[in-house]
């Protein structure tokens, strides 16, 4: 929109500052200068709006600049913002998001102690997980998000791919009768907590990971 503005101003400048300096005479159309020509000036006002871009509510504006390296490492916040005719701002929602996965995950050896002798006796089943994902993108990591989605919307496999590994990680730590008996919790916190890194790679601030269920 604003190079289109640039341009269209700069044409309608030349043919206003050409129409206002022709003058009629006997032998047709002559050009000749005069005050009037002064007034194709205005139309250089039609670039006034691409000097401002507006970022509304629950929103961070990306700024790109393609002749200043492309996207910007500072993102705008909510208001009213002075830009360049040449950069192009984009909006990221920054509302809380949400979304419900099924994942599976293996879980570790069951161990028994039988007469003081440690001994493992089989497990590593697979437990199936219905998780619940909270988060956001903030102001800060608005630019590092846009790099890596190129817009507002996050593949879910993304994420999924995400909660997997973490899940994974954390609940072979444990056979599948701890976590069915109280472990579960331990699960989700310590996966929450790889969350926060793993996502914050990828620009996503994690609010809260919960398991609703599992199998």
């Known amino acids: 929109y604003n190079m289109f503005s640039i341009i269209f101003s700069l044409v309608a400048m030349v043919a206003i500052f050409i129409g206002l300096s022709l003058v009629r005479t006997g032998e047709g159309f002559r050009y000749r200068f005069n005050k009037k020509s002064f007034f194709a000036l205005f139309a250089l006002l039609l670039i006034v709006p691409s000097l401002f871009s507006q970022v509304n509510a629950n929103e961070v504006g990306i700024v790109y600049d ?4 492309g996207i910007q490492d500072i993102a705008l916040g909510e208001g009213l913002h002075i830009v360049t005719p040449f950069q192009q701002v984009n909006t990221i929602s920054t509302k809380l998001r949400e979304d419900t996965f099924t994942v599976s995950a293996q879980t570790g050896k069951i161990i028994q102690v039988v007469d003081g002798v440690t001994e493992e006796t089989g497990g590593g089943q697979w437990a199936t997980y ?32 995400r909660i997997r ?25 310590a996966t929450e907590a790889g969350l926060l890194v793993s996502l914050a790679e990828l620009g996503i601030t994690v609010e809260s990971f919960i398991i609703l269920d599992v199998d």
């Open 66 to 69: 393609p002749l200043g390296g």
């Open 130 to 161: 219905q998780v619940t994902l909270q988060y956001r993108v903030e102001v800060a990591n608005a630019q590092t998000f846009y790099r890596n989605f190129g817009g507002d919307v996050v593949a879910k496999s993304t994420i999924e791919a």
């Open 165 to 189: 590994e973490s899940l994974q990680e954390n609940s072979v730590k444990f056979d599948i009768f701890s976590i069915l008996k109280g472990g579960l919790n331990d699960v989700r916190s």
